[in-house]
C-alpha cells in the first residue's frame, strides 16, 4: 500500500553517527504509524524504534539514549539518528508504516566496525 525507501546506510566506525532516512509514498489511506527494524544475520527482525501519528516512541532497550525517531509529515519521511555506534548495531534496517496494512521497505545496510 505504501512504497518505502530507505537510504542513509553504510560504514562507520564504532562510536560513530548515522543517520536514516525512509521516504513514504504511493499512499491512498493515512499512516498511522512508522518505524524502523533491523535483521542481523542469523537472528529476527527486531523493532528498533517506532513513532505514531500522535508522536508517542518507543525504542528497543539496547538503543535508547542513542537513537531518536523522528517523522517528517509534510514530507512523509522517517528518520532514524543513531548515535554512538557498536558492532552489535550492525544489521540491515528496515522501515515500515501502518496504514491499513504494513509496508516494508527493502533495508539499508549499517556496518559499524570495531
Known amino acids: 500500500q505504501v512504497q518505502l525507501v530507505e537510504s542513509g546506510g553504510g560504514l562507520v566506525q564504532a562510536g560513530g553517527s548515522l543517520r536514516l532516512s525512509c521516504a513514504a509514498s504511493?499512499?491512498?489511506?493515512?499512516?498511522?504509524?512508522m518505524g524502523w527494524y533491523r535483521q542481523a544475520p542469523g537472528k529476527q527482525r527486531e523493532l528498533v524504534a517506532a513513532?505514531?501519528?500522535?508522536?508517542?516512541?518507543n525504542y528497543a532497550d539496547s538503543v535508547k539514549g542513542r537513537f531518536t525517531i523522528s517523522w517528517d509529515n509534510a514530507k512523509n519521511t522517517v528518520y532514524l539518528q543513531m548515535n554512538s555506534l557498536t558492532p552489535e548495531d550492525t544489521a540491515v534496517y528496515y522501515c515500515?508504516?501502518?496504514?491499513?496494512?504494513?509496508?516494508w521497505g527493502q533495508g539499508t545496510q549499517v556496518t559499524v566496525s570495531s
Open positions: 513513532v505514531t501519528s500522535g508522536g508517542s516512541t
Open positions: 504511493g499512499s491512498m489511506f493515512t499512516i498511522h504509524a
Open positions: 515500515n508504516a501502518a496504514t491499513i496494512v504494513v509496508s
